[in-house]
């Protein structure tokens, strides 16, 4: 099964398109033991997502035994739901086939996030996983993405558009095995409703829900395909840390709840 089946199926069992990024913070979580904590957030909301997101460099930052920590917690979320490491990797190809490696052989993930400033080139060892999902980092959700992603670039075309807009298209070119997605922030609900338009099949991973302030209807209109799918409406510290105590992964689920029934209250369903 590829990354876009799998979460297509996850998807439609759990009814859901919420995504908990597994973003880990000692200082802020209900326990102390990382796999622990990440262990039970995982069984008190895998009925509730399409999807599970640990960001690398959470697990970097603690070291050896972080890298440990994030291999024991991918081998224990539900092999029917997909994982992806946002880890935006991209460099020269021989670096880059490394890179994959590591992602999808050796922790197992089923899709990972790239950078595609080092253009298709840095990109193919990556996309060469056809069943892996390869999510191209396009619209950011912080403060500063307009620096670059906003700047009026030619297309080759003799059209002049915003670079991230170019950066869409090119993802859609480089999707010839149907395994190439997106990330575009939910703090910029028109340019994702924008990257929907120029890629209406492909799918998107929407971060910047909740504490960054996304707005999540708009992101849920803007960011579905024709049939209410395709997007992975990503949420991280607002389900992780909705308690600092010990009823952390159950006050855990019903904010994962809650979401998943928001999200649900305003998508098509085709």
């Known amino acids: 099964m590829t990354f876009t089946e ?34 039970n957030i995982v069984d008190a909301t895998a009925d509730l997502v399409c999807a599970y997101k640990p960001n690398w460099a959470f697990y970097e930052a603690l070291g050896p035994e972080g890298l440990e920590a994030l291999r024991q917690v991918r081998e224990h979320i539900p092999p029917h739901i997909p994982t992806i490491a946002d880890v935006k990797r991209g460099d020269i190809g021989n670096t880059s086939a490394m890179s994959a490696r590591a992602v999808f052989d050796v922790f197992g993930f089923d899709a990972m996030t790239v950078n595609p400033y080092g253009g298709y080139d840095a990109l193919e060892p990556y996309l060469a996983y056809r069943d892996k999902g390869v999510l191209v980092w396009c619209r950011s959700s912080n403060p500063g993405a307009a620096d670059f992603q906003s700047l009026m670039v030619g297309d080759g075309e003799g059209e002049v558009r915003p670079l991230y807009e170019v950066v869409a298209e090119r993802a859609r070119s480089w999707n010839r095995y149907g395994n190439v997605g997106l990330v575009v922030g939910a703090t910029y609900p028109e340019e994702l409703a924008r990257v929907r338009a120029l890629c209406p099949h492909q799918v998107i991973l929407i971060p910047g829900v909740g504490a960054q302030g996304g707005d999540l209807e708009a992101s849920v209109r803007a960011g579905v395909d024709a049939g209410g799918y395709g997007a992975i409406i990503n949420v991280g510290r607002q389900v992780l840390y909705a308690s600092r105590n010990e009823d952390y992964a159950g006050a855990a689920r019903l904010v994962a709840q809650r979401l998943r029934d928001a999200i649900n209250a305003v998508r098509p369903t085709g």
């Open 6 to 39: 799998k979460l297509r199926a996850a998807a439609q069992t759990n009814q859901s398109l919420l995504c908990v990024g597994l973003d880990v913070d000692p200082d802020l979580m209900g326990e102390r033991d990382v796999v622990r904590f990440c262990r």
